[in-house]
Each structure stands twice: as C-alpha cells, then as structure tokens.
C-alpha cells in the first residue's frame, strides 16, 4: 500500500478517500479528518456567536472533531452528496448533542446544590456546627465519588442555555469509540495546548466575542480575511479594519516589546 503525501492538495485527497472507502485504513481516516479540519473551525466560530462567552471557542471545537470524525467514518459517496455539505450536518449534531449534556448536566448540578443547602442548613442546627463533606454526602444518600464529582461540576459554575442556539434536523448521536486509533506525530503537546488557550485568553481579555473570534481564527486556525468574513457575515474590509483595530489597542495595552510582537 503506497505512502500517503504528508500535505493533501484537492487531487492527492480524493486518492486518500479512494484509499479510505476501500480499506477503511486508520491512517487514511486521520489524514482526511486532518484535511477537513477547516470545516470545524467554520462551524465553531459561527456557533460562537451565539453561545455564552464561558462556551470557548476551543471547546467546540473538540465537540465538533467528533462529528468530523463520524462523518468521514459514515460518508458514502453512492449517495451523490458532497462531503462537505454532509459533514457540516454531522459537526452541527455533534456539538448540539454536546450542549445538551451540558445542559443536562447544568441542570442536575442546579438540583444538586439546592438540595445541598438545604442539608447543610439542616445539619448545621442538628449537631451545632458545619457538617463534612462525607456527613452531607451521607444524609443526601449519595455515594462520596458522586457527591465529589457534583461538587466539582458546581464549582466550575458552567451553565448552557441551548435557546442561544438554532437546533438543526440531524439524525447525528454521540456514542460509540470516535478517538483515534493511532498516536500522531505531529500533534500539539497536551502543555502546549494549554499554555496557548492561556495566553490567548490573557491577551483577548476585554475583547468583545466578534474581535476575539477575528484574532483566534487569523492567527491560531489560519484563516484567510476573506474566509473570516464569510464565517462572521462581514466585509473582508471589515474584518480587516477590526483587526487592524484590535492590534492597535493591544500594543498600547503592552508595553513589553517581546509581548507585542507575537501579535503583530
């Protein structure tokens, strides 16, 4: 089986998918949700627009890459769709499918420490002082793994109203084993990933959500103005101008030469 290029152009993919359709190689798959990629970061950004500033850009992403996933996983070209109208459904379900589990979740923890406050009040009466963590857990007649992990769930305080969101016809569920099956040598340290996410957040802080999504999208996932302009329904005058804007204001913020420059 011949070596698949390290960087696809239009022609070399259609050969990886022939490759994919035949054998169902893992590498193959990898390469193709590698290629496509773009397509989560499409969908995300317009889907930010729209959800709660502590929904981050980066973990719709993560939901959406299930869908990319599946969606090549499920493709069938027999069925005369173009892939990409296809696989915009299934990220669009898969992030749906997401926040409704946050949103199932949010719900619980609401529950959870309600009845938590009432029980510690109770308590604190009955035995003349704040009752334990396992003293709580046992009246609510919880085990102490749950009731940590719904403490936990509460103290990060993430709410999900799915209403921010236009809900989409999608036979998409989450489910079954969507992770990769092979180590990819080129991927982002799990560190590198999260020193970046925090250095982002540090440097957009104040931004409004359109001039964070114009930065994240032209210098973290490489998109074009043009292309950013059609994701956030602008000009690419428009986002230009935003851009310029943003930079401005943020070398005015720093005074730190070294910080400057990794923005400009």
Not at 80 to 90: A, I, P
Request: proline share 3%.
């Amino acid at each position: 089986m011949s070596a698949i290029p390290y960087s696809l152009d239009s022609t070399s993919v259609q050969l990886v998918w022939r490759r994919y359709l035949k054998s169902r190689d893992v590498e193959a798959r990898n390469r193709l949700v590698e290629y496509y990629r773009s397509l989560v970061h499409i969908q995300a950004a317009r889907l930010a627009q729209k959800l709660p500033a502590q929904v981050s850009f980066e973990e719709i992403c993560s939901a959406g890459y299930d869908g990319l996933i599946e969606a090549v996983e499920a493709f069938d070209p027999k069925h005369k769709t173009k892939f990409e109208t296809f696989c915009q459904r299934r990220i669009h379900g898969a992030v749906m499918d997401w926040l409704r589990e946050l949103d199932v979740q949010s719900r619980t923890v609401r529950s959870f420490e309600k009845f938590r406050m009432q029980r510690r009040e109770m308590l604190d009466g009955e035995l003349g002082r704040p009752p334990t963590d396992e003293e709580l857990a046992r009246d609510m007649r919880m085990t102490r793994e749950r009731y940590r992990e719904l403490s936990r769930l509460a103290q990060m305080g993430h709410e999900v109203h799915l209403s921010a969101v236009q809900a989409e016809e999608s036979g998409h569920r989450r489910g079954g084993n969507s992770a990769w099956d092979i180590r990819d040598p080129a991927a982002i340290d799990p560190s590198e990933k999260v020193s970046r996410q925090m250095f982002t957040e540090y440097m957009t802080r104040g931004l409004n959500r359109e001039e964070r999504l114009v930065l994240v999208l032209y210098y973290y996932e490489g998109l074009t103005m043009a292309e950013i302009g059609q994701v956030l329904n602008l000009s690419e005058s428009r986002v230009s101008q935003i851009h310029k804007d943003v930079i401005e204001r943020l070398r005015r913020r720093f005074f730190n030469d070294d910080v400057a420059e990794k923005v400009a």
